[in-house]
């Protein structure tokens, strides 16, 4: 299995920074792409950002020109640096990660436990 832990989460006031971490564990064969995803109280989860493992990115509309993803393949990490944070940027933040656990395993889509940031004055 791969475990994947999130961390770097908190309160932070509007236009302010946060980089969150997510580094993954446990048997790991290969990492492809990873991610980022939010959910809000009463909203369904959304995408932020994704990274292919050569460093291609996509960006969701809300948070081009804010956020920026970026990856460490040789720690198994990946990172959200967050910037100009908005009060509509608070959520649970949860790290994806699309991998194989060994050689025979199955390509699967792996999750963390979220970290919850929120923007309040």
């Known amino acids: 299995q791969v475990h994947l832990v999130e961390s770097g989460g908190g309160l932070v006031q509007p236009g302010g920074s946060l980089r969150l971490s997510c580094a993954a564990s446990?048997?790991?064969?290969?990492?492809?792409?990873m991610g980022w995803y939010r959910q809000a109280p009463g909203k369904q989860r959304e995408l932020v950002a994704r990274?292919?493992?050569?460093?291609?990115?996509n960006y969701a509309d809300s948070v081009k020109g804010r956020f920026t993803i970026s990856r460490d393949n040789a720690k198994n990490t990946v990172y959200l640096q967050m910037n100009s944070l908005k009060p509509e940027d608070t959520a649970v933040y949860y790290c994806?990660?699309?991998?194989?656990?060994?050689?025979?395993?199955?390509?699967?889509?792996?999750w963390g436990q979220g970290t919850q940031v929120t923007v309040s004055s």
């Open positions: 994806e990660s699309d991998a194989k656990a060994t050689i025979m395993s199955p390509q699967q889509d792996y």
């Open positions: 446990g048997n790991i064969f290969r990492i492809y792409d």
């Open positions: 990274i292919t493992r050569g460093g291609s990115t």
